[in-house]
């Protein structure tokens, strides 16, 4: 993906008609979510999950929430989808002792790194938990 400067449109303020004093400010974003698969292990888990301890298999629950300038496309999300395939690999991914917030934020700076105004995104456990990394665009 090309690197591209963030500019966006002017947020559309909203009065509140009772006060006229309240504002909100408006923003789109676009997600995708992906399932994928990988392993990874938790060399210092406690007694009571030493059955994480060794490499294990998961069906990770990938989400990527990215900030769009307007409403035409700004980041399509069919790309979207292929950079982060492209990223994880064609197959299952190997990731050592890294937990779900530790591949969350690896991917956000990636995503970043590459030019996509990144506001969250979330690894996890499919059906089960996971983490959520969060940026604010400059």
């Given at each position: 993906?090309?690197?591209?400067?963030?500019?966006?449109?002017?947020?559309?303020?909203?009065?509140?008609?009772?006060?006229?004093?309240?504002?909100?400010?408006?923003?789109t974003?676009?997600?995708?979510e992906?399932?994928?698969?990988?392993?990874?292990?938790?060399?210092?888990?406690?007694?009571?999950?030493?059955?994480?301890?060794?490499?294990?298999?998961?069906?990770?629950?990938?989400?990527?929430?990215?900030?769009?300038?307007?409403?035409?496309?700004?980041?399509?999300?069919?790309?979207?989808?292929?950079?982060?395939?492209?990223?994880?690999?064609?197959?299952?991914?190997?990731?050592?002792?890294?937990?779900?917030?530790?591949?969350?934020?690896?991917?956000?700076?990636?995503?970043?790194?590459?030019?996509?105004?990144?506001?969250?995104?979330?690894?996890?456990?499919?059906?089960?938990g996971?983490?959520?990394?969060?940026?604010?665009?400059?």
């Amino acid at each position: 993906m090309m690197s591209r400067q963030f500019n966006a449109a002017p947020s559309k303020a909203i009065e509140t008609p009772a006060t006229g004093r309240d504002r909100h400010h408006s923003s789109t974003t676009i997600w995708i979510e992906l399932v994928l698969i990988g392993f990874h292990r938790w060399p210092d888990a406690p007694p009571a999950r030493d059955y994480l301890v060794s490499r294990h298999r998961h069906t990770f629950q990938v989400r990527v929430d990215v900030l769009v300038a307007h409403d035409e496309r700004d980041s399509e999300f069919h790309n979207l989808t292929d950079t982060v395939r492209t990223w994880w690999g064609p197959t299952e991914r190997e990731w050592g002792a890294a937990s779900c917030e530790a591949i969350a934020r690896e991917l956000g700076e990636h995503l970043i790194a590459n030019g996509v105004v990144v506001e969250s995104t979330s690894v996890g456990v499919f059906g089960e938990g996971g983490a959520v990394a969060r940026w604010e665009a400059a």
